[in-house]
């Protein structure tokens, strides 16, 4: 099976600094990772994923992630964050084989002005 | 497009009450379900998933249920709530044979057992 560790319960950051949120993950065969947000009261919205290829993916709000096999890790970071950018994050994994998904804990990010 | 329609959105019961969440999803042809539920401070902790009417696979013992009627409907049930049953209950589909595929997720029912 396969497990996932957000080091970070609670990031807070100012308004317009960096942010790097902190994901690993733990599986003895091939993987995918996806980061997925979430706003108050509402589902998960996929934010980004890593399937193959580049181990560098980007989602369309300014968040990119880096798959580093040998650190087991996909860290989420974000180079400029904005208020509208404080809800949860979750990073999954997903045997690239299987059906199911794992959930880490979650790390609540809050932009201060 | 497809879309996913979770109800209740809210739910409050009393402990040992029965309980009927269900989850329908419109738009896709024999998707993969699931059924999470969110803790605070836990994460999601994935209960159930079926990949065929009929076809339930748990993932942990416990006091719930789950069963795919029809193709596009998952319910999750149980025969006598617990305090600890409280909770965010979420919903998702991914596309069958795609293993490539993300997760999409329902707007999430909350139950709290008093």
């Known amino acids: 099976a396969q497990s996932v560790t957000q080091l970070d319960s609670q990031v807070p950051v100012f308004e317009e600094a960096p942010v790097e949120l902190r994901c690993n993950y733990s599986?003895?065969?091939?993987?995918?990772l996806f980061w997925y947000v979430q706003y108050p009261n509402q589902g998960l919205q996929l934010l980004l994923k890593?399937?193959?290829?580049?181990?560098l993916v980007e989602s369309i709000n300014g968040f990119e992630a880096e798959f580093n096999k040998s650190q087991t890790s996909f860290h989420l970071r974000k180079p400029s964050v904005h208020i509208s950018d404080t809800a949860e994050y979750f990073c999954?994994?997903?045997?690239?084989?299987?059906?199911?998904?794992?959930f880490g804990t979650g790390t609540s990010l809050t932009v201060i002005p | 497009s497809q879309t996913i329609h979770q109800w209740p959105a809210t739910l409050v019961q009393p402990v040992g009450s029965p309980l009927s969440l269900e989850c329908t999803v419109e738009g896709t042809s024999n998707p993969n379900l699931y059924w999470y539920r969110q803790a605070a401070g836990r994460g999601l902790q994935l209960l159930f998933y079926s990949v065929g009417i009929g076809q339930i696979s748990s993932e942990v013992p416990q006091n719930l249920s789950a069963s795919r009627p029809q193709d596009r409907q998952f319910i999750l049930s149980s025969k006598k709530l617990l305090l600890s049953d409280s909770g965010f209950y979420l919903c998702?589909?991914?596309?069958?044979?795609?293993?490539?595929?993300?997760?999409?997720f329902g707007e999430g029912s909350r139950l709290t057992v008093l």
């Open positions: 999954a994994v997903s045997a690239a084989t299987g059906n199911q998904f794992y």
């Open positions: 998702a589909w991914k596309r069958t044979g795609l293993n490539t595929g993300e997760l999409f």
């Open positions: 890593y399937l193959s290829g580049s181990t």
């Open positions: 599986s003895s065969v091939s993987v995918y």
